[in-house]
């Protein structure tokens, strides 16, 4: 039995008990009423049966009978009162009869209504504790899915940062690589080298960036319960590439081709993170859903 059946099966119980409990209390007051009128015409019945008695004791008095002509017809009339007394007594035993019958019967129903009320309560609290358990595991399961969106909006929120820090990594890059390019082909001077290298300390800071929301990215992937890649960044990435560039600087060919290395490693990690993204948001998507259909039963 459902939690709602066993609720609409106690309405009814109770609703029931309260209409035989009013109709009780209204039995047993007209059962008194009834015992009353019992007596009284219990009273007026041997009244009219003394009367009676008392006329056939006195026709057999023939004084009596000289002094009242019309015996017959009074002892007639006394036994027609009789008669009526006892009509009427009749009709009190057998109403309080009937009353006391059915007010036994509504005893009966009540207790039988009781102990049902107690059983199904019983059923009730049980079935309450189970749907408190239910509702306690569903109330547990949805700060889990919660949860799990939480990590997986901050896990897609650190591979946004890797990607913002990345594209200003690349354009510190091929900015640089633009001055190498002037200073390889064209012999910029000093000016260009300045230039060039300026660039490349900003690279490297972009760089340093990079590693950081790169580590980041990794906690926060960890801590999402499905299949992402984590191997997806090469050693070659890490901030010893960018020192060995930058402390072995021989020609001007060898800085430019560096520079383009490292440019082409970036958009390869580019397109390695993308897919990651793809993950992340379908996980969300299902973690959403099942979240949604709790919720909702």
Wanted: aromatic content about 6%; hydrophobic content about 40%.
């Amino acid at each position: 039995m459902s939690a709602f059946e066993v609720i609409q099966k106690l309405d009814d119980l109770e609703s029931e008990f309260s209409s035989k409990k009013k109709k009780l209390s209204k039995l047993e007051s007209e059962l008194n009423q009834a015992k009353i009128e019992l007596v009284d015409h219990k009273k007026v019945l041997m009244k009219e049966q003394n009367d009676v008695d008392k006329l056939d004791e006195a026709r057999l008095s023939h004084v009596f009978i000289r002094l009242f002509g019309k015996m017959d017809e009074k002892i007639e009339k006394e036994n027609l009162e009789l008669l009526q007394a006892k009509v009427k007594y009749d009709e009190r035993v057998n109403a309080v009869a009937q009353l006391e019958l059915s007010i036994s019967d509504i005893q009966h129903r009540l207790s039988f209504l009781k102990s049902e009320i107690l059983v199904t309560r019983e059923e009730g609290a049980k079935l309450y504790t189970e749907v408190q358990r239910r509702n306690n595991q569903l109330d547990n399961k949805i700060v889990e899915l919660k949860s799990e969106i939480l990590e997986v909006d901050q896990a897609l929120q650190a591979g946004k940062d890797v990607l913002s820090v990345l594209e200003e990594t690349k354009g510190e890059l091929r900015s640089a690589e633009g001055w190498s390019t002037w200073d390889t082909f064209a012999g910029g001077g000093i000016i260009s080298d300045m230039m060039k290298y300026t660039k490349m300390d900003n690279a490297q800071v972009a760089m340093n960036q990079l590693s950081q929301a790169i580590r980041i990215f990794r906690v926060e992937l960890k801590d999402v319960s499905t299949d992402v890649p984590l191997n997806f960044i090469g050693v070659s990435m890490g901030t010893k590439t960018l020192d060995i560039l930058f402390d072995n600087i021989f020609t001007d060919w060898s800085v430019r081709s560096k520079i383009q290395e490292n440019i082409r490693q970036l958009d390869q990690m580019e397109n390695q993170i993308q897919p990651i993204f793809t993950i992340l948001k379908k996980r969300r998507t299902d973690i959403q859903n099942t979240l949604s259909e709790i919720e909702i039963n």
